[in-house]
């Protein structure tokens, strides 16, 4: 018998579909897979197992210092709204509150407002 091992984007994308996010499609940024909000990119592969999510600048540095193993940035990244997170460190209660958390940061805001009033039920 074969078991099918689960690639880290189709375990991102489980997780997105598994917390009910809204309007979110499967599509590319920068070549890589991604998960997209209304068109707009909240999540994308960076590689094999580093996952790119847009964060809120404090957020992100806050995280950064409380859990390195799991988030960090690279040069490229500094100063801009996205850390990169090691999937093989995190999980999946933890990425999925960061999944939550990069699609509010591109979700309209009313998208965001329904979820919100329909997760609170």
Same mark, same amino acid.
Request: proline share 9%.
């Given at each position: 018998m074969v078991q099918e091992v689960e690639t880290s984007f189709?375990?991102?994308? @489980?997780?997105?579909?598994?917390?009910?996010? !809204?309007?979110t499609a499967v599509g590319t940024s920068y070549g890589t897979p991604a998960l997209l909000v209304k068109g707009k990119s909240f &999540?994308?592969?960076k590689d094999a197992e580093t996952? &790119? &999510?847009?964060?809120?600048l404090e957020e992100k540095d806050m995280l950064m210092e409380l859990d !390195?193993?799991?988030f960090f940035e690279t040069d490229h990244y500094k100063g801009w709204p996205a850390m990169l997170v090691r999937l093989s460190n995190i999980d999946d209660q933890a990425l999925t509150q960061r999944l939550i958390a990069a699609w509010?940061?591109?979700? !309209? @805001?009313?998208?965001a407002a329904r979820f919100d009033a329909s997760a609170s039920r």
């Open positions: 189709e375990r991102v994308r @489980r997780l997105a579909e598994a917390a009910g996010l !809204p309007e &999540v994308r592969m996952l &790119v &999510v847009m964060c809120a !390195p193993s799991l509010r940061e591109k979700a !309209p @805001r009313r998208l």
